[in-house]
Every structure is written in structure tokens, then in C-alpha cells.
């Protein structure tokens, strides 16, 4: 992605959990507080990176090279016997193969694609949001699309009601341009061994993603699961209150807090 884009992303799908329902958090965000105190990954963080580029490696290798009208098991198949599969762990590898099994394969695909997801407006303007889908198939005999969201930590995510895979399948459907009757989206978690899907008949693609910080200055600060791992947590009032932590609120959001009107 080019780096003028980079700059101007404020707001990323992977957060939309957040962003979406928190006006607070969604300011912040667009002011670039965010990119003053960014923190180098962890462990955790830079082995899932590391996971994510076996499994491109695996898909730029095999998809452009499939043979025409490969069979259903194909995928696995191609999965069972290639090099990447032994650079995970062995369990993860078994689970993916399962995965991989029940997938079929299509010629309309996308990997590790970085794309735009227009229509969010917040704040009163339309903000540059993009998002890098992990895997997506478009199935022309059904108007089929599946949106396939690879997650190597071990905190169970559920695709149901899951903004992030909601705007990578918009972002999906655009890029592939073509009808879409169906959509698939899974979460797959080899380290848990656990996969979910949402399946909608009759997707709508232009949801109410843009729904976050719609209020203004006094939008409020909406605390609840999505506070979990926050970075405004030490300093947001409505955290603070609900977990009964110590206050220690840094300088530069006081600002943002007091036009804001929050206490
Ligand atoms: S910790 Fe505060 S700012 Fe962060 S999501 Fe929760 S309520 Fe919003």
C-alpha cells in the first residue's frame, strides 16, 4: 500500500468492533493519537504475521496454477502436500486441512488483498477506510461469495455479527464486481482448532457500518466487551468508573476528553 494511503487510514477494520460503537474511541482514532503511541508488536502479534504469510505463500503459490475443473478436494489436497504445511505446528496444519477440505475452489479469488471499503462516514466526512482480506472466493454458478478471515491467537472470535468480516465483504463484493446472492464468512482459528461461519442469503452490503461517531463533539463514550483491549484504557473515564481502576489520564487526550464533555 502506498504510504500516502497508509498515512491517511485512520480507522481500520480490525477495530471496527470498537470504532463502531464507541464514540470516544472512534475520536481518538481519527485525531492520530493512536499513531504517536504505537507500540511495538508482541510476540504473539509477530508470530501471527508470520502464520498469515505461510498461508499467502501457500495460496499465490497454488490458486494461479490449479488445474481447469479441479475436484472438490483439491485445496487439501494441494495443502497435504505442500511445503508450507510443515511450517506449522503439527495440530494446526491437521485443522487447516480439514478447513481446506470443505472449501472449494474457485477461479475468482482474492489473497491477502488490500482494499478499500468506502461509504463510512464519521465525524461528518467520509473516511478512508481499507482492509487487507485474507481469502475470498466468488462463485459464479451460485452468485456465491466467501470471505475466509485467518486468526492465530487464542482468543475465541465469532464471525456472527463480526463488523470486521461485514467490511471486508463489502470491500470484497466491490473488487469482484459481479452479483453476490450469497455470502459465507468464516473465522478460522487453527491454534483453538475452531472455525465459525455466518451465512447470509440475501447480503446487504450497505449496512450500517456507517454508524460510529455520527453524534459530534459530545458523542458519548460507550463502555462494554468491545473495551477489552482498548488502548484508551488507563485514561477513559467510563472504563475507569466501570472497572474501578486507578485514574491516569495522559495530557494529550485531556483535551479530547473535555470537548467531549466527559468526565
Ligand atoms: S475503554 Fe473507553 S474509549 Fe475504549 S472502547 Fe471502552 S469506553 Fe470506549
Not at 20 to 33: D, H, I, K, P, T
Not at 72 to 100: G, I, Y
Not at 167 to 172: C, F, G, H
Not at 204 to 230: H, L, R, S
Amino acid at each position: 500500500m502506498p504510504d500516502f494511503v497508509k498515512s491517511h487510514t485512520l480507522l481500520s477494520p480490525s477495530g471496527a468492533f470498537r470504532w463502531l460503537r464507541c464514540a470516544l474511541y472512534c475520536r481518538v482514532a481519527l485525531s492520530g493519537e493512536f499513531r504517536k503511541h504505537e507500540r511495538p508488536p508482541g510476540l504473539a502479534a509477530i508470530i501471527g504475521t508470520e502464520k498469515h504469510a505461510i498461508m499467502e505463500s501457500f495460496f499465490r503459490r497454488i490458486l494461479p496454477a490449479a488445474p481447469p475443473n479441479p475436484p472438490e478436494s483439491w485445496l487439501k489436497e494441494a495443502w497435504e502436500s505442500s511445503l508450507e504445511r510443515a511450517l506449522l505446528p503439527e495440530s494446526e496444519a491437521d485443522f487447516l486441512s480439514e478447513f481446506l477440505g470443505s472449501l472449494a475452489f474457485s477461479k475468482d479469488f482474492l489473497i491477502e488483498e488490500n482494499l478499500p471499503i468506502p461509504g463510512i462516514f464519521a465525524g461528518g466526512v467520509e473516511q478512508i477506510v481499507r482492509g487487507t482480506v485474507d481469502l475470498a472466493f466468488y462463485y459464479r454458478d451460485t452468485e456465491t461469495l466467501k470471505i475466509i478471515d485467518w486468526k492465530f491467537g487464542r482468543r475465541k472470535v465469532l464471525a456472527h455479527n463480526n463488523p470486521q468480516l461485514s467490511l471486508y465483504s463489502k470491500a470484497a463484493a466491490l473488487k469482484f464486481a459481479k452479483p453476490v446472492k450469497a455470502l459465507e464468512k468464516f473465522i478460522v482459528q487453527p491454534a483453538i482448532t475452531h472455525c465459525d461461519k455466518e451465512e447470509k442469503l440475501k447480503p446487504n452490503f450497505t449496512q450500517k457500518v456507517a454508524a460510529a461517531y455520527q453524534g459530534g463533539q459530545k458523542a458519548p463514550a460507550t463502555a462494554g466487551d468491545w473495551c477489552e483491549f482498548c488502548e484508551l484504557q488507563r485514561l477513559c473515564p467510563k472504563y475507569i468508573k466501570r472497572e474501578r481502576c486507578s485514574r491516569e489520564i495522559a495530557p494529550e487526550f485531556r483535551k479530547i476528553l473535555a470537548d467531549m464533555e466527559i468526565k
